[in-house]
């Protein structure tokens, strides 16, 4: 299994940017698929970015053009660069590692995640 921490959230005003952290430990990190989530309050966990292994990615439409995902496999980090931030992108973001086939599958552990908060 891989254990996941996030890290980088914090209060920013609208249009401001962001980066995240994840940093992952056990098993092979650079082997998996990648993925960053969030769940806004009162709303279900949705997903925002992912990552394969190779390098290809792929984004919620919410987020293209100002959400960047990447991957540091030396380092067992994935990170979530995230620009032009708007109030309805404040929620707490989780990275997972995932099973991409026709939809993106989280298969590890929840972290605690990290809060980001936009305010307008």
């Known amino acids: 299994q891989v254990q996941l921490e996030e890290s980088g959230g914090g209060l920013v005003q609208a249009g401001g940017s962001l980066r995240l952290s994840c940093a992952a430990s056990?098993?092979?990190?650079?082997?998996?698929?990648m993925a960053w989530y969030r769940q806004a309050p009162g709303k279900q966990r949705e997903l925002v970015a992912s990552i394969t292994s190779g390098g290809s990615t792929n984004y919620a439409d919410s987020v293209k053009g100002r959400f960047t995902i990447s991957r540091d496999n030396a380092k067992n980090t994935v990170y979530l660069q995230m620009n032009s931030l708007k109030p309805e992108d404040t929620a707490v973001y989780y990275c997972n590692a995932v099973v991409i086939t026709i939809v993106t599958i989280p298969v590890g552990y929840w972290g605690k995640g990290t809060l980001v908060t936009v305010s307008s």
């Open positions: 056990g098993s092979i990190f650079s082997n998996k698929a």
